[in-house]
């Protein structure tokens, strides 16, 4: 559609979801949920914990300039979590596994907090990524992520693996789950342009660009059963998940590949 005739999210779902400034754990929109998921919520994200995969299933967070302008550094403080109140992994986990403590949540998307720094090192935050996959073409997807953030002013972020019983390898005394894919989803929901894009990336050294793995949401949703906007009303909900339009994000240095996957 042209930008004219794009159904408009109402101010009212704007200002509680995303504009109002409050803390993750109060106005985050977060993906749907059935009473008894573990949700923890801390400072600036919020995330649910699959105990049969000792990690997280998605993560979710707004991400501002402001957050990524900081000055703090990496605080390297990899913990359990204490919001896991069955135990998340523990550090020990990925010791000699030849896997990165792969962080969701971007430390350097909370430059702005110590506090929210430190708590991108909880391991709830952690999959586990080869070390070519997460030094490589997930950090080029993070990077591109606060280009676009600067650009853009504010986006809603959802990631995490694609988690499937059986068939995955597993790693540690928790017996923490090695996906096979990886997933992020973004939603710029403030007007003039209202648009989304997510990306499906197998666990592994790419020399890809980053837009060949560039899916509409509702591919990423059919992999994971993640309904990702269901507080958004029916129509821009179903707009935003079914169409993949690359010319209306920025992919610096590649040409920009027009399919959907």
Known sequence: ???????????????????????????????????????????????????????ARWVAYVLRPCMISGAVSRTNDFRPDPLVKTGSASPEDYRGSGFDRGHLVPAADMKSSRKCMSETFYMSNMSPQRPAFNRGIWKELENLVRRWVRRDGELLIVTGPVLSSGGLSVIGQSRVAVPDLFYKVVLDYREPEIKAIAFVLPNEKSREALSAFAVCVD???????????????????????????????SFPGEQARHRLR
Not at 221 to 231: K, N, P, S, V
């Open 1 to 55: 559609m042209r930008s004219h005739e794009r159904p408009l999210i109402s101010w009212t779902v704007l200002f509680i979801l995303f504009i109002a400034p409050v803390p993750a754990s109060a106005g985050l929109e977060l993906p749907a949920f059935e009473e008894g998921d573990r949700i923890v919520r801390h400072t600036a994200y919020a995330l649910k914990y699959c105990e049969e995969f000792e990690q």
């Open 219 to 249: 591919r990423v949703e059919e992999l994971t059963g993640i309904d990702f906007y269901a507080g958004l009303p029916d129509d821009v909900e179903e707009r935003l998940e079914s169409s993949l339009e690359l010319d209306r994000w």
